[in-house]
């Protein structure tokens, strides 16, 4: 069977996204999560927006635009991952956990920190003035985003490329210290997009807010049409031979065109196309591209419960990945429950007697069996079908090694993994809690007991 590649995608929420942005970023993306082989998870990276923005009112709008455009871009919500950063009360517990192995020479040489640092330098300024231990802690955080849901690819620009190595340090160090010979976290990969359309904006910089020349995505067809009518051309006038190859106009057009609109357009704007009619012919072809989704977009942005509630199942989804897991790391860090450290601490013959047990047993069509029973006679694990008796006794022997636990949760109940393959699954609990603490019971009842 084919590993799916899990792929990671954030979206900070500090702006309204433009043409440029969905050019660049949402719409590959949206194209990437429909491969079957991917298992895509995107997120809004609101703790991230606090870092760069201190408007309470700019991010909660950011965020419903940036959900919107997303699900109105085509984004299925059954296929993939979508939630809030800030719904995933584990990516927080996880960045402490990091922190406190990640070095500081290693985020002292961080890109972000040190612009900020030159700056202050030049200015005459102390080398830290004004930077915030958000901004200085930022790539740990976005460690936590991608080992969290342990992703093997992240597709970012080149100026993310250096926080994806450095996510790669710091879960290193973290398998190094407490893996015992296990990798809790997998090593992800920055996905560059070479070939990722970089849009130029109405004077020919790179599209950007802070340039202000950007064209709306979803605004209102007049607002995207008076945009492209200010976008800068040359003098020439109808009639005159353009450059396509030095015109921002045909850029754009060519982003969103097929290569036969562009060859098209490219023999016109040759033969002495006026500009006027060229940024016509761009906002029809634009228009024909985006209506129908600018017209669900701003359906979802005048119904925000309905987008609360996709969110709300999104971070379900993500917290069904990242509950049982960073249950295991604490477990690795020492954040053990009292109990299981009594229960081990006080293991004696006298009492092993009580502990936890497996019982075999053959089933009517011949096959083998076994359950795990808690130590108050409750049923832990039920095996699935062996062909004989000394398979599911080597089983046995497997869980009672004291090697590290392959648990795998589900909605309500979770499964053992012995070698990649399932050898026993739980009983249904009634919620999330119930299930957790069997998980606990379980690895406690499989601790061998210290003489």
């Not at 016109?268 to 012919?281: D, F, P, S």
Request: overall charge negative; charged content about 25%.
């Amino acid at each position: 069977m084919t590993t799916r590649t899990r792929i990671l995608t954030g979206i900070t929420t500090t702006g309204t996204p433009h043409l440029g942005n969905y050019a660049g970023a949402i719409r590959p993306a949206i194209l990437a999560s429909r491969d079957s082989n991917a298992d895509s998870f995107y997120f809004l990276a609101d703790y991230h927006a606090l870092i760069k923005c201190d408007d309470p009112l700019r991010i909660q709008r950011s965020r419903l635009e940036i959900a919107a455009t997303w699900l109105a871009g085509g984004l299925d919500v059954d296929r993939v991952t979508f939630y809030r950063q800030s719904d995933i009360p584990e990516i927080p517990e996880l960045t402490w956990l990091l922190t406190c192995v990640a070095a500081k020479g290693l985020l002292n040489r961080a890109h972000a920190y040190k612009a900020s640092v030159d700056k202050n330098v030049e200015a005459g300024e102390d080398p830290d003035a004004g930077i915030t231990m958000g901004l200085y802690s930022y790539p740990v955080l976005m460690a936590a985003d991608i080992l969290m849901f342990n992703a093997h690819k992240v597709p970012v620009g080149r100026d993310q490329i250096q926080h994806v190595e450095m996510a790669r340090d710091i879960g290193q160090r973290f398998n190094h210290l407490f893996g015992q010979g296990k990798e809790f976290f997998t090593m992800p990969e920055a996905l560059i997009e070479e070939s990722v359309a970089t849009l130029p904006g109405l004077d020919g910089r790179k599209m950007s807010k802070s340039y202000d020349n950007t064209i709306p995505l979803f605004s209102s067809a007049k607002d995207m049409k008076d945009a492209i009518s200010r976008i800068v051309t040359d003098s020439r006038a109808p009639g005159e031979a353009k450059d396509p190859d030095n015109s921002h106009l045909f850029t754009l057009f060519q982003a969103f065109a097929t290569p036969a609109q562009s060859a098209e357009f490219r023999s016109e704007l040759l033969q002495g196309l006026g500009w006027g009619e060229a940024k016509n012919r761009l906002f029809q072809l634009l228009d024909n591209e985006l209506g129908e989704s600018r017209e669900r977009y701003h359906q979802l942005i005048e119904r925000p419960a309905d987008l609360e509630d996709i969110l709300q199942l999104g971070a379900k989804k993500a917290r069904a990945v990242a509950t049982p897991f960073l249950n295991e790391l604490r477990e690795a860090v020492g954040l053990r429950s009292f109990v299981s450290q009594v229960q081990v601490a006080a293991s004696t013959k006298k009492k092993a007697a009580k502990a936890a047990r497996f019982v075999s047993f053959r089933e009517d069509d011949g096959s083998f069996r076994f359950r795990l029973l808690a130590a108050d006679g409750e049923q832990l694990l039920l095996s699935r079908h062996f062909a004989d008796g000394k398979t599911a006794g080597q089983v046995t022997k497997q869980l009672q090694a004291g090697q590290p636990l392959d648990v795998r949760s589900d909605e309500l109940s979770f499964s053992v993994w012995v070698d990649d393959e399932c050898v026993a699954d739980s009983p249904t609990f009634a919620d999330g809690a119930a299930r957790d603490a069997a998980i606990d019971a379980l690895r406690v009842a499989l601790t061998p007991a210290q003489d």
